[in-house]
């Protein structure tokens, strides 16, 4: 890509944008998407990553001369590639005549500040501070250091949601003034009704039962999914729940219990579910379930509710910020709590219409259009 004096060059942290399918590397993707279709031919736009990744996640950017992806041809090795983009990178942002440089995923370049480049961060989440029980020891200590030279390093910071700048407030005890709130938008491919032969082929391919919940997330201790499956004991049988995300350790003990209480027919598991199958997937269930123990936002819920879906989730971080107050919420611990919510969400029961109508009211407010002129507010202040 060539550049010149009429267009400035803005550079984003690609790296979760070509290796996740979910979380993160949905974020940047709609984000990014987002701000090139709405600048015009204001900027010109370079995604940086440690490698091409995956080559059907880095083709859902959409490429065109405005836009480039630049990798660090030369680093051979894995860690190599990581020092390049933990600090050498910012010599090749300087190169390439980028003038701001967004963190994607809560990080930003050793020395960035330095070169006069701006910076900019989005900060999804503190669990690492405020749950660190949920992470590896020196995982943990990794990410807070690079949490605290971040802060540093930015001239601003995006908050996914008020919870994520309480949390940055307190572990970074950064001025509230340079934080800003700007929440995560949802694809627009949630609010597009499956037709029901793209419904019937996903039913087929997964084995989807006829009645289910759904919840949708990595299977992880901190997403507490284990509650959801206990409370199936007090929700008529000819309703299964169904559990899309990523394999861990937690999921070997959720089959085990499932095992041990006979509930092989009524949960069924799917990993690796590729994205565009997921809305319809969102679209034949009864009800989403999120119980976390804690979330930086919960984008699921809201992917949920434009799918026409009722939602239970749990109480203790930002998900009643997410669902706001026509959803269920129960405490994370309590299994009787979640099979009442659950109950009180599936088809026929009073008032569940009304809540899902009111609920996709209320998150209008996380339209992705409004992100991404947010975003872009953000972008012209520090550059003007």
């Not at 990794?142 to 949490?147: C, L, N, R, S, V």
């Not at 609010?191 to 006829?210: A, C, I, N, S, W």
């Not at 203790?316 to 099979?339: N, Q, R, T």
Request: glycine share 8%; charged share 30%; aromatic share 10%.
């Amino acid at each position: 890509m060539k550049t010149d004096d009429r267009h400035m060059v803005i550079g984003f942290d690609a790296k979760r944008i070509v290796r996740n399918a979910t979380g993160l590397g949905n974020y940047g993707r709609t984000l990014v998407n987002g701000i090139v279709k709405e600048c015009g031919d204001e900027f010109r736009f370079r995604l940086y990553a440690p490698d091409k990744g995956r080559d059907n996640l880095r083709g859902m950017i959409d490429e065109d001369r405005r836009v480039e992806f630049v990798y660090p041809e030369d680093r051979i090795f894995r860690f190599e590639r990581d020092l390049w983009r933990i600090k050498d990178i910012v010599r090749t942002l300087k190169h390439d005549g980028v003038k701001l440089y967004h963190g994607l995923s809560g990080e930003l370049p050793i020395g960035l500040k330095s070169s006069g480049i701006h910076g900019i961060v989005t900060i999804h989440d503190l669990i690492f501070m405020r749950f660190p029980q949920y992470y590896n020891w020196l995982d943990a200590k990794i990410y807070a250091m690079k949490f605290r030279k971040t802060c540093k390093e930015a001239e601003q910071i995006i908050a996914i949601s008020e919870c994520t700048k309480r949390d940055i407030i307190e572990f970074g005890h950064v001025d509230p003034d340079k934080i800003k709130v700007i929440y995560q938008g949802c694809d627009d491919c949630f609010k597009q009704t499956v037709d029901d032969e793209k419904k019937h082929k996903v039913r087929l391919l997964y084995g989807l039962p006829k009645r289910y919940i759904l919840n949708v997330g990595s299977i992880e201790e901190r997403k507490n999914v284990m509650l959801a499956v206990e409370a199936l004991k007090d929700i008529d049988e000819d309703v299964s729940l169904v559990i899309v995300g990523k394999h861990t350790t937690y999921t070997n003990k959720v089959l085990d219990y499932v095992e041990k209480n006979d509930l092989q027919q009524r949960v069924l598991i799917i990993n690796g579910l590729p994205f565009e199958d997921l809305p319809a997937v969102y679209q034949m269930a009864e009800t989403f379930v999120y119980p976390s123990r804690y979330e930086g936002f919960g984008i699921p819920i809201i992917e949920a509710i434009n799918c026409g879906l009722p939602v239970v989730a749990c109480t203790g971080s930002c998900l009643e910020e997410a669902g706001g107050e026509d959803c269920l919420y129960v405490s994370p611990d309590d299994v009787k709590g979640m099979a009442e919510a659950l109950n009180a969400s599936l088809k026929g029961t009073e008032g569940r219409d009304e809540r899902i109508a009111r609920s996709k009211e209320y998150v209008k407010r996380f339209e992705n259009d409004d992100t991404v002129m947010e975003v872009i507010k953000e972008y012209r202040q520090l550059i003007r």
